[in-house]
């Protein structure tokens, strides 16, 4: 198993304790908070503060079969529907059984959901679902509430201790190659200030998404895929990287907008907005039996393809005969933020564009969060369980967060019961000798981006792919030289995130240029049809000994 190292100065500090969990969205937090159960010590670290992780943007809610006449199956079988055939069908039983208690837990815990006159708990429809089963709280602010309720429970328990501003480098392993710890940087001053060490018995990565690769995308900017780059560096296996899910409604902010853009949630189509372009015509019917509420990626598609003919930039989302009631009712936060920006979906439609929005793809693990390093789990987005295969469900991604986040934390707890979470040994210096990646100056991520953008966005083509990869060769050209003439203390966390980045971004395109299929959200211009007979099977991704990422296909 070929190792890599980011450029670093050795740790100037070092702390220790039983479980280090990276991230404090949902799936975070939920490890945190059960694993305590279990009597062990838990870390938990976040490159921001602790409520201001990705799980707090998200507007829709939860997917679970709660309602009436609705059942795990019928869930399941949307879920399967979304995924284009790559699910594991196993992983996503585990999440639509095992969810809807999960969400009752959630709610012990003292999330707030919106209920009716009659106190039941109100559900609405997403796209790609049959049947009304979304849990939402604050109308359009569910991630908000969830981040209060779970942040609110971690201040109440003195066995989590907390770092904040803090972005995560590489894997500490002991000798057997056993997860053992993890190298940071803490942006801020105090005693732990600077680059140091964590000694744990166990490391879960709940770091989220990877949205900040592309130009545009509803991610805020501490999404630049640190947990799968960590991941690879370690020798782990991440799976279907060139999954990645653009939101087909995000509000567009002009041709020049970069960065993390404010996303208009799906369950505005779910209560009846109307996409049409300038003239008015509503283009996605007859495109699909569900026509707005088509999964993502057709929606998606179809924006894009209607841009391409009519050589617009955006299209419109028009929710004007909601009334203004509603809008201030169910969609308060999305009200204010287009009026923030000029527009009032009251009396005018809104204009929207695909982003990247969610990674279905991630660090492969199994069904109880295991990675392939030893030691070492994975869960929320930065995890590839299988749930999702190549397109996720609309708000199933809160839900796998809580499940796989408690499966984690029950395996966890079970292997410290039957002691086979000992304190590890690390050689903190040995971690630093494994091979340099490639550290290119932080300037490299706006290039990344649009190289990214334009070559592997929502539609792509070998030649087009091409392109990137050489684009991001070049960067990483430079990236080695940087290294060659790096002195140890001068990176910067601007630098180490573009690194993070451009391997991101690399595996992804390798990925994406082998899959020469259409299936889900990878659309391939020079293979647009599916091909089930050789591609429906997984792309695992490791880093050679060279440091470039090699793309297997999975056995059929």
């Known amino acids: 198993m070929s190792t890599h190292r980011l450029t670093a100065p050795a740790p100037g500090w070092t702390a220790a304790t039983d479980v280090v969990v990276v991230g404090s969205g949902v799936a975070g937090l939920t490890v945190a908070l059960n694993v305590r159960k279990a009597g062990l010590r838990v870390m938990v670290v976040t490159k921001a503060m602790l409520d201001d ?41 585990t999440l639509v059984t095992e969810g809807p208690d999960a969400v009752r837990r959630l709610i012990a815990t003292g999330a707030l959901f919106d209920r009716g006159e009659d106190g039941e708990i109100l559900l609405t429809r997403e796209g790609g679902h049959h049947r009304d089963r979304i849990v939402h709280a604050g109308g359009d602010a569910t991630g908000a509430e969830i981040s209060r309720a779970l942040v609110a429970a971690v201040h109440t328990d003195p066995g989590i201790e907390l770092i904040e501003h803090a972005l995560v480098l590489d ?30 018995r166990a490391v879960v990565l709940a ?30 296996a991440v799976t279907d990287l060139e999954f990645v899910q653009f939101h087909p409604t995000v509000l567009w902010l002009g041709p020049e907008a970069e960065g993390q853009q404010p996303l208009v949630s799906e369950a505005v189509r779910g209560e009846g ?54 809008w201030e009712q169910r969609f308060p936060t999305i009200l204010a933020s287009c009026r923030a920006h000029g527009i009032d979906p009251v009396t005018e439609p809104i204009p929207v564009a695909p982003a990247a929005h969610y990674a279905s793809g991630g660090v492969r693990t199994d069904g109880h969060g295991r990675t392939s390093v030893p030691g070492l789990y994975a869960c929320g987005e930065v995890a590839c369980t299988g749930v999702h295969g190549a397109n996720r469900l609309a708000s199933n991604s809160l839900l796998e967060g809580l499940v796989f986040a408690e499966r984690i934390a029950a395996d966890l707890s079970g292997r410290h019961r039957a002691g086979e979470l000992p304190e590890r040994t690390v050689d903190v210096e040995a971690t630093r000798s494994a091979h340099p990646v490639p550290l290119p100056p932080s300037e490299a991520r706006a290039e990344i981006q649009r190289l990214m953008s334009r070559g592997a966005g929502v539609l792509r083509s070998a030649s087009s792919m091409a392109g990137t990869a050489a684009g991001l060769g070049l960067i990483a050209e430079q990236g080695y030289a940087h290294v060659a003439e790096e002195k140890p203390a001068d990176p910067r966390v601007e630098t ?57 296909p999975e056995e059929q």
């Open 53 to 93: 992780g990705s799980t707090r943007w998200a507007q829709g809610g939860v997917a679970a079969a709660l309602g009436e006449g609705d059942t795990p199956e019928q869930h399941l079988d949307d879920t399967l529907v979304a995924g284009a055939g790559l699910c594991d069908e196993e992983a996503v039983r």
């Open 496 to 552: 180490w995130e573009a690194a993070n980045l451009l391997l991101v971004a690399t595996a992804l395109v390798a990925a994406a240029a082998q899959r020469a299929e259409t299936r889900g959200c990878h659309w391939r211009e020079d293979f647009p049809e599916r091909d089930d007979a050789h591609w429906r099977r997984h792309l695992i991704t490791t880093l050679a000994a060279t440091g470039g990422p090699v793309s297997t």
């Open 171 to 200: 894997l500490l392993t002991d000798a057997a190659g056993h997860a053992a710890g993890l190298t940071l940087h803490v942006m801020g001053e105090g005693q732990r200030d600077g680059v140091g060490a964590v000694r744990a």
């Open 207 to 236: 770091t989220g998404g990877m949205g900040q690769v592309f130009s545009a995308t509803t991610n805020p900017a501490v999404s630049t895929g640190d947990g799968v780059a960590l991941a690879l560096r370690a020798g782990a």
């Open 273 to 326: 907005a109307h996409l049409v372009d300038a003239d008015g015509v509503r283009f996605m019917v007859g495109q699909h039996e569900l026509a707005e509420l088509a999964p993502r990626d057709i929606v998606a598609k179809a924006i894009t393809r209607r841009m391409q003919e009519q050589g617009a930039d955006h299209m419109f989302l028009d929710g004007r005969h909601f009334g203004a009631e509603m």
